[in-house]
């Protein structure tokens, strides 16, 4: 009997315990969840929100984070203003090649060059950029050529020439282009005879004496008449 009166207490006294309260569940710092939430934006390539959802945070492992971001934001809007250059340049440099050819002259070629040398500068790709570099040398051909011309309008003839052979020196230059600078070389002969028949007679007539002159005028009379 004084068993089970031992018993009925021991029972009565653990239900009358009181259940120890449980404890908290403490919060992350909100350094730990602001630097997850720029993770979770550097992944997917959102850097400008990364560095935004680290805004105000006074951590020291936030610093290199928001370093790291910042160079690659910095990269990330380089390349999309390369793109939209790039773009640009590749859309004005095929038109400006059409009207430089049906109106000729030397400023819409040098807007022709501009324009590849602008998509050969941004170009992303090797394939890309020596295409550029093709559209920009045939460019500048014509624009050469077109300089010539103006040139030989003038009467420089020596600039004519000068030009039209820088003009002529590209590979596949055009049949016309190589046959004016063929021009220049044939209308500039003349004048560069009569000038070195001037400066050989100048040379003869300041000779003392005729005994050392009579060099200079024999070679004056078998190579310029």
Request: with cysteine; aromatic share 6%.
């Amino acid at each position: 009997m004084r068993k089970m009166w031992v018993a009925a207490w021991l029972v009565l006294a653990a239900c009358g315990e009181k259940a120890s309260p449980t404890k908290p569940v403490e919060a992350p710092p909100i350094a730990e969840v602001k630097l997850s939430e720029a993770r979770a934006h550097e992944m997917y390539g959102r850097f400008a929100e990364a560095l935004a959802a680290l805004e105000g945070v006074d951590d020291p492992r936030v610093a290199p984070v928001r370093e790291r971001l910042k160079k690659k934001l910095e990269t990330a809007r380089d390349e999309t203003a390369r793109r939209e250059a790039f773009a640009k340049f590749s859309g004005d440099a095929p038109r400006l090649e059409v009207e430089a050819s049906a109106n000729d002259g030397v400023k819409r070629w040098q807007a022709v060059v501009d324009a590849f040398a602008g998509m050969e500068a941004n170009a992303p790709s090797d394939i890309e950029r020596a295409k550029a570099r093709a559209g920009a040398t045939r460019a500048e051909s014509r624009r050469d050529w077109a300089a010539a011309r103006e040139a030989q309008a003038s009467g420089d003839l020596e600039g004519a020439y000068a030009l039209a052979q820088k003009a002529a020196a590209v590979k596949d230059a055009p049949t016309a282009l190589v046959a004016f600078a063929e021009s220049m070389r044939a209308a500039r002969e003349p004048a560069l005879r009569q000038q070195a028949f001037a400066e050989h007679a100048a040379k003869a007539r300041a000779e003392k004496g005729p005994a050392k002159a009579l060099p200079g005028w024999r070679r004056i009379i078998y190579h310029y008449i």
